[in-house]
């Protein structure tokens, strides 16, 4: 098992910048591909951000490549999302997620991961 918190959101303007963090606790953390997902009302979870377990592979969805980076400390087992020039369509709760599986890739979709957080809310205003 793998407990995840995430904190870190809260309430910015357009144009700030917002580092998410997630703290993880049980099953060997640093061997799991990590990922970030959000989901705004009435829309389905998606694909934010994610990282291999050493960190040597990210990927991004098109809507925040180029504004977020993904990154993690395996001695802190923690991993953390950092979002610039934030926009109103940023506005959801973002959550943690692991991968149970030891590989080299990341999982881009909500199947690929097993282990979740309780989300964090962030909120961009106009």
């Known amino acids: 098992q793998v407990q995840l918190v995430e904190s870190g959101g809260g309430l910015v303007q357009a144009g700030d910048s917002l580092r998410l963090s997630c703290a993880a606790s049980g099953r060997t953390f640093n061997y799991l591909p990590m990922g970030w997902f959000r989901q705004a009302p009435g829309k389905e979870r998606e694909f934010v951000a994610g990282?291999?377990?050493?960190?040597?592979?990210?990927a991004y969805a098109d809507s925040v490549k180029g504004r977020s980076t993904i990154s993690r400390d395996n001695d802190k087992n923690t991993v953390y999302l950092q979002m610039n020039s934030l926009k109103p369509e940023d506005t959801a709760v973002y959550y943690c997620?692991?991968?149970?599986?030891?590989?080299?890739?990341?999982?881009?979709?909500?199947?690929?991961?097993?282990?979740w957080g309780q989300g964090t809310q962030v909120t961009v205003s106009s």
């Open positions: 990282i291999t377990w050493n960190g040597s592979s990210t």
């Open positions: 997620a692991a991968d149970p599986n030891f590989r080299s890739v990341v999982p881009t979709t909500t199947q690929g991961y097993a282990y």
